[in-house]
């Protein structure tokens, strides 16, 4: 009973931290991390030692793959090169020079030891990073932050594992490399087929409720096997995450979709809150066991807030070049727009298969040499003879690089958008769980775990704390408008796909006077949801958890329709909601508007098809 109160107690805290620390402007994980600081140290409450494999098995799969579903895909793609210096490059250069300066500071570990606590120390977190995105961080800056810290915690891992490895000398530098391809490769194997038979399977399920529960066990389903093999389970969690996510539109009913959305936002909810809780209890007893073991926790205060400000040196100096790379990508992309502007694949009648694979190998070289700053013509390296497939795929490739050329220059990383991408590199929970994962004879073990503790816990309430000031500061550009133009020109782009379904209905056809009604109660939803935009303004944090923009469909239209000519009207709009959602998913495979902007139409063709599933249509 006495444990039910205290989980039942937990929850109530964690909700009622989550409502209000919005109100007063200060992150809930904050908050809860210095309430359970607070509570640890009261005499009444016991030390609290966390198994490791709570956090590491039980909690980061699941909101590792929370958050990669949610992961625009698109965006994901076009910085995939930015997220990959980041999330592996970057985690094994701070590892490194981390590991020499623990070495170097404290006394009797050895090398290895201090890369493992570099390693420890080194990834930021896809929890703690949930901080940057409610604070407004641009929507690039985000993607970026999120695909880093979802992929990096791989990197960390297999890294500390090689490195205590090596405290034994068991293992070469030839090992490691071998070991971490070896667990990247296999792991998003692993997640691919788990995701797509995730994908497959819930298809053809039809309650919402076991759908959901279903998705529940697809994260441990990705994880547990592949750890078993030796390969990272957090990678396949993710992979299965972003495969779920890139495809639910297509096989997921709308009910299934915004069931899935709302149940694992309270999950992911209680398990943010209760890691980042569970780690201010947890500071009650690292600084006992450091005052058994050493002097005080002076040491380990100092020395994380040192290791803490090494990090973000190195982190900084890794971004500039890296930022000015990012631009020079742009500067050639802005070179070689006016080239795929003036380009056409033409088919061509009598192609065979191998004019065809001609074709492509020749266009694959173009876009190389492109890449290598050399822009050379596409009529005089790619043959005129190929099938309407082939042209057809490589006119929708043109189209999606100038739409990746168009979302670069329109969402720079620039110098001020660098200066968050270090800032926001937040350190979290993943940090103090690895720690923990030292063996019990690691010499000064527990002086490492509780340094750890404090480079998490400093950068959540350092950087965190100081997040939202840093970004009023820099007074970065003011996207409103732009967004706003955005959406005008999505609503155009749906309403001319609405006037060629209605135009291809046959009920329309026999019945003209439903065209009138339907475009009254569409122009009656896109003034509402227009207006909760205006006046509501979602942050981008709200958007991408899945916030409901509210139906469609307006009630006015259907004033004084008796029931088989509202049957009618909701037939035709079934008719162009499918041919809406089927342009929806044209345009996100073109690259043609965000991610944002798109889910949002979706989700507002969504909770109409809803609306007329309860009206009985």
Do not use: C
Not at 326 to 350: K, S
Not at 433 to 454: E, G, I, K, N, Y
Not at 501 to 520: F, G, K, N, T
């Amino acid at each position: 009973m006495e444990k039910i109160l205290i989980v039942v107690g937990a929850i109530l805290l964690i909700v009622a931290v989550t409502e209000i620390a919005p109100r007063i402007r200060v992150p809930a994980a904050l908050a809860l991390v210095v309430i359970g600081a607070a509570i640890g140290i009261m005499p009444i409450v016991p030390a609290l030692h966390l198994d490791p494999e709570w956090i590491l098995v039980g909690v980061l799969p699941p909101l590792l793959y929370a958050a990669a579903v949610q992961m625009p895909a698109m965006e994901f793609r076009r910085d995939f090169g930015t997220i990959s210096a980041l999330s592996v490059l970057l985690v094994l250069v701070s590892a490194l020079a981390l590991g020499f300066f623990f070495w170097a500071v404290v006394p009797g570990i050895g090398l290895a030891t201090g890369v493992a606590l570099g390693a420890i120390v080194s990834p930021t977190d896809a929890v703690a990073t949930s901080i940057a995105k409610k604070l407004g961080v641009p929507s690039r800056v985000t993607a970026v932050l999120e695909g880093e810290s979802m992929l990096n915690d791989a990197t960390s891992l297999v890294l500390l594992r090689a490195a205590i490895a090596a405290t034994a000398a068991t293992i070469s530098f030839w090992g490691v490399l071998v070991n971490f391809a070896y667990a990247v490769v296999l792991a998003v194997a692993i997640g691919a087929v788990v995701g797509m038979l995730n994908l497959r399977v819930r298809a053809r399920v039809h309650d919402p409720a076991v759908n959901t529960a279903i998705s529940f066990t697809v994260p441990f389903l990705a994880y547990l096997p592949t750890e078993e093999l030796g390969a990272s389970g957090l990678v396949a969690a993710v992979t299965a995450g972003l495969i779920t996510g890139a495809g639910a539109t297509r096989f997921l009913t709308p009910r299934h979709r915004i069931s899935d959305t709302q149940n694992w936002r309270m999950v992911a909810m209680l398990a943010e809150g209760g890691v980042f809780f569970l780690m201010g209890l947890e500071l009650f007893g690292l600084m006992g066991d450091v005052v058994n073991e050493h002097s005080g926790v002076q040491h380990a205060v100092w020395l994380g807030l040192a290791a803490l400000g090494v990090a973000l040196a190195i982190r900084a100096v890794y971004i500039v070049p890296l930022v000015w790379w990012v631009d020079r990508r742009r500067q050639r992309g802005e070179a070689m727009r006016p080239i795929l502007e003036n380009y056409t694949a033409t088919a061509t009648a009598g192609a065979s298969k191998r004019d065809d694979a001609r074709v492509r190998r020749r266009f694959t070289r173009w876009r190389r040499r492109f890449h290598l700053r050399r822009h050379p013509d596409p009529d005089k390296t790619s043959p005129t003879t190929m099938s309407p497939e082939t042209a057809g795929r490589i006119n929708a490739r043109i189209t999606r690089a100038l739409a990746d050329i168009d979302y670069y220059d329109d969402a720079p990383l620039g110098r001020k958008e660098g200066v968050i991408m270090v800032w926001a590199g937040l350190r979290g929970v993943v940090t103090v769980a690895a720690a923990q994962t030292l063996p019990d004879d690691t010499h000064s073990r527990s002086l490492l775990v509780l340094t750890a503790f404090v480079v998490a816990a400093a950068s959540l309430l350092l950087q965190g704390g100081t997040l939202s000031w840093l970004i009023r500061r820099l007074r970065l550009p003011d996207t409103v408008e732009d967004k706003r133009t955005e959406r005008l020109r999505l609503r155009a782009d749906m309403d001319a796909t609405m006037q060629t379904a209605m135009a291809q209905s046959e009920v329309v056809r026999e019945i003209p006077w439903l065209r009138a009604r339907i475009e009254q109660a569409t122009r009656e939803a896109e003034d509402i949801g227009e207006g909760d935009v205006e006046d509501g303004d979602m942050s981008d944090g709200d958007r991408s958890e899945g916030a409901n923009p509210g139906p469609v469909m307006g009630t006015g239209a259907t004033y004084g329709l008796n029931l088989a000519e509202r049957a009618q009207m909701r037939a035709v709009r079934r008719e162009i909601i499918a041919v809406q959602r089927a342009r929806l998913l044209s345009l996100r495979r073109e690259g043609s508007y965000s991610s944002e902007a798109l889910s949002r139409v979706l989700n507002q063709l969504d909770a109409e098809e809803i609306s007329l599933d309860l009206q009985g249509g």
